[in-house]
């Protein structure tokens, strides 16, 4: 900007249009400078992790996830019906429940009629048989064929296409490039199982790992009130949101209430001193004022508002005692996705009582 009164001399460019240019080339220049000096950076901070920084950066970029997993098996979908001569197409994976399709090319409402109707019964026996046929085989008016693991031991999922007549012959060639789209469709599928398999366990540490970085931030001194503090809150424990969904599920009453290491909160303990409630009351109170921090601000409660999500689904599950498959069904939603935002929902509230327990320490 201090410049810019030369610059408009020199060129005779309008202030504004030589401003706008600056401002553009100044925001390109200062990213690729960032993005240079990145490995500098990198060395002279995380010295002794370098290799795992730059492997995990590296993982990130690698990661598949649920609409990449999409796209890559749409993809190989459109060349494989496109080599077969057919119009529709549909990958599902293997899963105890409902059928849900991994991807569809196509008429996706005949993939679905399809995926209910009793025609689609082989695919079940092709999910659960540990040695079955690697060829078409017709289902109705779909033919479907098994994708399994690199062991061949396993089935990942099924692959179907349209065809109410016989699929077409095929050359040595076609048949070639056929086999390397089904390969291609498998690794797909059991690179994201091994995935998700990973997340699982990461899930599984994770409250460990938050329990890990907060005694990293206090050093330990004799008599320090923090260290005491740290040692004795539940907000510290690695089973906190455990303990905070054992707590909601016994929200009226129950053992997993009465016994629960919430009752150790400060703010519990405050509202004990302050009403006179008995600790279970407390509790409830306690739990209830996190759960209303969930609340989005300035916005009318809907069920089909995302803002709301989390807190439709605490209120309905714990609050209210609703079923699982009603409260998918009144939120529009599979019972898979629920559990995910239930535990979603559930991290939330743990994150909210424990800023809560912060804020009255601090």
Not at 265 to 281: D, E, Y
Request: proline share 6%; hydrophobic share 45%.
């Amino acid at each position: 900007m201090l410049v810019m009164p030369r610059v408009e001399e020199i060129l005779g460019l309008p202030r504004d249009t030589a401003l706008i240019f600056a401002m553009v080339l100044g925001i390109v220049a200062l990213q690729a400078f960032i993005s240079a000096l990145s490995p500098l950076l990198d060395w002279l901070i995380y010295r002794r992790d370098r290799a795992e920084i730059a492997w995990m950066r590296e993982l990130d970029g690698r990661l598949l996830t649920t609409s990449d997993l999409g796209v890559t098996l749409e993809n190989i979908l459109a060349a494989l019906c496109d080599l077969l001569r057919v119009e529709t197409g549909f990958v599902v994976g293997v899963s105890e429940g409902p059928w849900h399709p991994q991807a569809i090319l196509g008429s996706r409402r005949a993939v679905q009629q399809y995926l209910d109707s009793p025609a689609a019964s082989p695919l079940r026996a092709l999910g659960q048989a540990r040695t079955a046929r690697e060829d078409f085989v017709r289902a109705g008016d779909f033919w479907i064929r098994p994708l399994r693991t690199k062991s061949r031991q396993a089935v990942l999922g099924v692959l179907g296409v349209l065809a109410p007549g016989a699929l077409p012959e095929l050359s040595e060639a076609q048949r070639q490039r056929a086999q390397r789209l089904i390969q291609q469709a498998e690794l797909a599928l059991e690179d994201r199982q091994l995935q998700q398999g990973v997340f699982r366990v990461l899930w599984q540490i994770a409250p460990e790992i938050r329990s890990l970085q907060r005694w990293q931030s206090f050093p330990r001194y004799r008599d320090a009130p923090a260290w005491a503090a740290l040692e004795e809150s539940p907000i510290y424990s690695p089973d906190f949101s455990r303990a905070v969904k054992d707590a909601l599920s016994h929200y009226w009453g129950g053992p997993k209430l009465a016994d629960s290491p919430l009752l150790k909160l400060g703010s519990v303990q405050r509202a004990l001193q302050q009403n006179g409630n008995r600790p279970l009351n407390a509790l409830r109170g306690v739990l209830q004022e996190a759960l209303e921090a969930l609340k989005p601000p300035e916005s009318d409660r809907h069920l089909s508002n995302r803002d709301w999500v989390l807190y439709n689904i605490l209120e309905m599950k714990f609050i209210r005692g609703w079923r699982t498959r009603e409260i998918a069904r009144r939120l529009a939603m599979s019972e898979a996705d629920l559990y995910r935002k239930q535990r979603v929902a559930i991290e939330a509230v743990a994150r909210v009582l424990a800023t809560m327990e912060e804020e009255r320490r601090g």
